[in-house]
């Protein structure tokens, strides 16, 4: 049997290991050279080429995870998605976003498109309806996330794949928030799955990185233009994260299940006014998410009820942290307003149903009790 068609623990702790021929260590060697033989070799090699042997055989981990031919690393998640974006998108051609998504990549499309003479869309939903009736006669990629960053929506991954074939589209999706451990896009038709690498691939929150994850044809794509950016990650980074990645099943397996008991939890909670969670029965696209999902994923948001000031409760936590970012082994939780979607306008976030007050929790592997406990007592000294 190939190793990437093996379980998902297996491909993580062994899929992308560098060879050590010299000394048979057991974990990959590193090769910190920026410089190699160019003469009578089959393979130039170069960082900002994307195939110094770290990260050429970390990629085979990447790809084996989301059941694609190959992938590219990126030195984070926004190195990889406009990558990605730049390499299917010229001039007079438009993209189709959905409203839902992370505030950086919806603030790259306003900012950056203007200035490339390229065409976009935000869906005035995420119904697959909400994309078709977007399309333009210039369309050249459709770009979802689910589920979404902070709301937790769910698109429809085979409707949206199924309308970009028939159509003659590419699609794109943000897989961050599910990881490959939760949801592989490819297996319902998706073109091209991007990660914010710093998330659960890195899962100790120490590294910046990003990913997408393709066909050969698609990726040579990328490569072209992503090789004149240069947004290659050092050796040493891509080493710590083919060793951060080799936990990964385990560590996304137990915050996901922390997540469930934490939503349920707290959807019963007299201080909670609203739970955003695909694995909660009341959540809107809860079968939809059971159907494209292995599991709900480790990430809820949820807002206080009127009276508690979502800042001063933050600022009463002892054991989860009040910090940037996600999917490290600690919970955290933050302010998207301030933080994530900060970027965003007032009105855009209001208009994609991001309230000032929501918080969004990144559950990580503490005893699910220990999580309860800090929440409770933080409640309590600002009654």
């Not at 981990?61 to 990126?74: V, Y």
């Not at 066909?215 to 990650?233: A, C, E, Q, R």
């Not at 050796?235 to 997540?259: I, P, Y």
Request: aromatic content about 8%; proline content about 3%.
């Amino acid at each position: 049997m190939k190793l990437d068609k093996q379980g998902l623990n297996t491909i993580c702790a062994h899929l992308g290991e560098v060879p050590d021929d010299q000394f048979k260590g057991a974990v990959s060697p590193i090769y910190l050279s920026s410089s190699y033989e160019f003469m009578d070799v089959d393979v130039k090699r170069y960082p900002r080429y994307f195939n110094t042997p770290n990260q050429e055989y970390l990629v085979k981990k990447i790809a084996g995870l989301e059941q694609t031919e190959t992938a590219m690393i990126f030195g984070s998640g926004m190195a990889a998605i406009s990558h990605m974006f730049l390499a299917f998108l010229e001039a007079g051609d438009h993209i189709i976003v959905q409203n839902t998504l992370y505030g950086g990549t919806t603030n790259f499309i306003r900012e950056e498109f203007p200035k490339l003479n390229i065409e976009f869309t935000f869906t005035n939903g995420y119904k697959v309806e909400d994309f078709e009736a977007a399309i333009k006669p210039n369309t050249k990629l459709i770009h979802i996330e689910t589920p979404s960053n902070p709301l937790l929506t769910i698109t429809d991954i085979k409707a949206i794949a199924k309308l970009g074939k028939q159509k003659n589209i590419v699609t794109s999706i943000d897989n961050t928030f599910a990881s490959p451990v939760n949801q592989n896009p490819a297996q319902f038709g998706i073109d091209l799955i991007m990660h914010s690498a710093t998330k659960y691939f890195g899962g100790h929150s120490d590294i910046c990185a990003g990913a997408v994850a393709g066909s050969k044809i698609h990726m040579d794509k990328i490569w072209n233009v992503s090789k004149n950016y240069g947004g290659s990650l050092s050796d040493f980074t891509v080493w710590m994260l083919e060793r951060s990645m080799k936990t990964m099943g385990l560590r996304v397996k137990a915050q996901t299940k922390n997540a469930n008991k934490m939503a349920k939890w707290l959807d019963k909670q007299t201080f909670v006014k609203q739970v955003y969670y695909p694995g909660l029965k009341s959540h809107p696209e809860h079968k939809l998410a059971k159907a494209q999902m292995k599991g709900f994923g480790a990430m809820l948001s949820f807002e206080l009820i009127d009276h508690i000031d979502s800042n001063q409760f933050m600022k009463q936590l002892n054991l989860i942290k009040a910090s940037m970012s996600l999917a490290g082994v600690e919970s955290t939780m933050l302010s998207p307003t301030q933080t994530s979607h900060a970027l965003l306008t007032a009105e855009q976030r209001a208009d994609i149903g991001i309230a000032d007050g929501l918080i969004r929790f990144s559950v990580g592997i503490e005893e699910a009790k220990d999580l309860k406990a800090d929440i409770t007592q933080a409640i309590n000294t600002i009654k």
